[in-house]
């Protein structure tokens, strides 16, 4: 992807997945590029339509999501583009959990009965539910690994005040809640995810993406039951595939680990993939998208043209 120079633009931001420009340090364009990234570490070679999947996914979301908490998302004028308020974030991700799957299953299984300071049953199988939805946050690393953290020590470091905690875990909750309700609707379960919020003045702003394949994982509801009955892998659909095809290839972005090759038919396979998940959560159709990048550039222009004049 080329970088841009818009007018007014005040920085830009190269992503492990997303290049973002603010403008006017009112806006931000932000581009969700092809490129995949796991264990924090952006692979050699880009899933095609992967930016679409992600970007119309996100806003389909959001536009779903807007009665329960405001949101960045003003404009999606091109497929892979989307072009929102800028927001002062705040250094914690929110990360829902419904069942006991991925960080928190090798927490348990290794004997932790606590998460981010939250007690968790004893008992309980691997992708159980929860009794009900948990909160476990992890700081928002700027460089490095997001790393994990208690309620209180975001009170101690002052990342929130006690104010905005209780706002930000009724707004996670009541989104977790909402999607559940959407994915269950399309026979899917929405298993755990991760919410970013940040502010203007003193308003509280849903940003980034939201129940995607990467900030999200699904469990296929069909046989569900069973195969928690019989001990099954549960089948889903989120790029934890690609974790696991790492870590059989000994890559889990550890210091003198090589990245696998990756070949033409993984790539592709990676991509019907997310191409599956759009299908299955949106309920429609995928068409995959590919503009120029003079008509990107000009639907861009014209909504930044817009909103300069009617100073949204």
Wanted: a neutral charge; glycine letters at 6%.
């Amino acid at each position: 992807m080329k970088s841009l120079k818009f007018k007014q633009q005040t920085d830009f931001y190269k992503g492990k997945v997303r290049d973002v420009y603010s403008i006017s340090n009112k806006y931000l364009v932000m581009f969700a590029s092809d490129r995949i990234s796991a264990f924090d570490v952006v692979l050699p070679r880009p899933i095609p339509f992967k930016g679409q999947v992600l970007n119309q996914i996100a806003a389909y979301m959001l536009n779903a999501t807007a009665d329960i908490c405001q949101n960045w998302l003003i404009s999606v004028p091109a497929p892979h583009v989307s072009i929102g308020k800028k927001c002062q974030p705040f250094k914690i991700e929110m990360v829902v959990r419904g069942n006991l799957t991925g960080h928190a299953w090798r927490t348990y299984s290794a004997g932790g009965r606590t998460l981010c300071g939250v007690q968790l049953p004893d008992g309980m199988k691997e992708n159980d539910y929860f009794p009900s939805p948990i909160i476990t946050p992890s700081t928002k690393a700027d460089e490095g690994h997001d790393e994990d953290i208690s309620a209180a020590d975001i009170l101690a470091r002052k990342l929130a005040s006690e104010a905005e905690w209780k706002n930000l875990c009724h707004y996670a909750l009541q989104l977790f809640a909402r999607g559940k309700e959407m994915a269950a609707k399309q026979g899917l379960i929405l298993v755990d995810t991760k919410y970013e919020f940040g502010k203007i003045g003193d308003t509280i702003i849903l940003i980034d993406e939201i129940h995607t394949p990467d900030s999200s994982r699904y469990f296929y509801a069909d046989g569900f039951e069973e195969r928690q009955q019989k001990g099954e892998r549960q089948k889903q659909l989120s790029k934890e595939f690609v974790r696991e095809w790492l870590i059989e290839n000994n890559f889990m972005g550890k210091e003198g680990q090589i990245v696998p090759t990756m070949s033409d038919a993984w790539v592709e396979t990676i991509s019907n993939r997310y191409i599956e998940l759009y299908e299955k959560i949106i309920g429609e159709k995928f068409v995959p998208q590919k503009l120029n990048e003079e008509d990107t550039d000009a639907r861009i222009l014209a909504v930044l043209d817009h909103l300069d004049k009617t100073h949204v």
